[in-house]
């Protein structure tokens, strides 16, 4: 797919994706939305639907049998799945950010392997980096691997708890960071595929959460997962650069993520307010009402062209990148957080009620702020590249 990223405009292409994206998920991703949250259920038909359109990884380049597209193009597929269903969202935005250290670091062997079997629909992908002791300061982990030289040729030794693991159990592939130097913090942290299947790997209970309850989120088990050496992703002790570029990239999908659902939410609360009558007129009448609105619409799409804009970086590998990922999932999530709630609040009683999807977005939206880095984090990383003066001169 084209690389241009028009500031304004979206071509031609990406408009067409945002079209099909968005017929697949009104036939068949919105309509299980209430009842995947309801039963914490995983959106079953939302994976299906995706996998059987291509949506489910579309990162993945052609070359590995991929859809090829381009950052944009995923960002715009996140962000409608999200608008209709946040926890069927994490699909292509966690198979990216999973698979995303093979397509940087890894080996041609292993890109052909793991991204073959990714795009296939042969199972998702999960990262693995937080730990129970170890979530902002991921380089405070202490899962390790171990190398073995065995008579059946070189092998790592996995052992630790990987937390916070979205759709852990669910996919049959991980990218796990693991310690093989303790003298070197972040240079003695290298990246590994795991599978499912490896002896060892287990996974704790589903945890009870806020939000995203399609999503399953659960503790990673490795108990001594004996791996070929070859599993490692790019070279022995680069496994933290690989996981803070994968990150860089990765943050834009959740920002894409927080749009979705903002907009999904406002288009809800606008629909909501031109129908409700009190007084003898609608709602959206009052000024109060309109001056709500206004906000929540300008403040969406100033939201995703920032996004745009990140992912068009994103494309381009270019030098701010690391500014424009931050800013983007920063901002973006914060909209998200803003936008729901005050689609709650258009609603009034109604919005605070399972029966109107307004509230399960608000419930959504919190978690854009925390996980990827919380933005807190994000607002540390972009002071420090402005302080570096790394920032696009637009």
């Given amino acids: 797919m084209s690389s241009e990223f028009p500031l304004f405009a979206l071509s031609e292409e990406h408009q067409a994706i945002r079209e099909a994206v968005r017929a697949v998920c009104d036939a068949k991703v919105a309509p299980f939305a209430a009842d995947v949250d309801e039963h914490a259920r995983y959106p079953d038909e939302a994976a299906a639907a995706l996998l059987a359109a291509d949506f489910h990884a579309p990162h993945v380049p052609e070359e590995y049998g991929g859809a090829g ?16 269903c946040a926890s069927s969202s994490l699909i292509p935005a966690v198979n990216k950010l999973g698979s995303l250290p093979v397509q940087i670091s890894g080996s041609e062997e292993l890109k052909k392997r793991y991204l073959g079997k990714l795009a296939a629909g042969e199972g998702g992908f999960s990262y693995c980096l937080s730990e ?18 065995g008579s059946d040729g070189d092998h790592y030794v996995l052992n630790g708890v990987k937390r916070w693991i979205t759709n852990a159990g669910v996919s049959e592939y991980y990218t796990v960071m693991a310690v093989t130097d303790p003298e070197k913090r972040g240079r003695g942290i290298s990246a590994f595929v795991v599978e499912k299947s490896d002896p060892g790997v287990s996974f704790g209970a589903p945890e009870k959460k806020l939000g995203i309850k399609g999503s399953p989120t659960r503790e990673v088990y490795l108990d001594n997962v004996r791996i070929p050496a070859d599993r490692m992703i790019g070279a022995e002790g680069t496994g933290f650069e690989t996981a803070m570029k994968t990150l860089d990239h990765t943050r834009v999908t959740i920002a894409a993520q927080a749009v979705g659902i903002a907009q999904g939410a406002l288009d809800y609360a606008l629909g909501y307010a031109q129908e409700r009558k009190q007084f003898g007129k609608s709602i959206s009448d009052f000024q109060g009402m309109q001056f709500l609105l206004a906000d929540m619409g300008m403040k969406v799409e100033a939201a995703r062209q920032l996004t745009y804009a990140a992912a068009g970086k994103s494309e381009r590998g270019d030098a701010d990148l690391t500014f424009f990922g931050a800013a983007a999932k920063c901002f973006a999530s914060d909209v998200a957080m803003e936008v729901t709630t005050n689609a709650v609040q258009v609603l009034g009683g109604y919005g605070y009620t399972r029966d109107y999807p307004v509230e399960r977005m608000m419930r959504d939206a919190k978690i854009t702020q925390i996980y990827e880095g919380t933005n807190q984090v994000q607002r540390i990383v972009m002071a420090r590249q402005l302080l570096a003066g790394v920032q696009s001169q637009l």
Avoid: N
Wanted: hydrophobic share 55%; glycine share 6%.
């Fill in 132 to 149: 129970p002791d170890a979530g902002s300061d991921a380089v405070g982990m202490k899962a390790r691997a171990v190398l073995d030289r």
């Fill in 69 to 84: 597209a381009d950052a944009l193009a995923t960002v715009i597929v996140i962000e409608e799945v999200a608008r209709a």
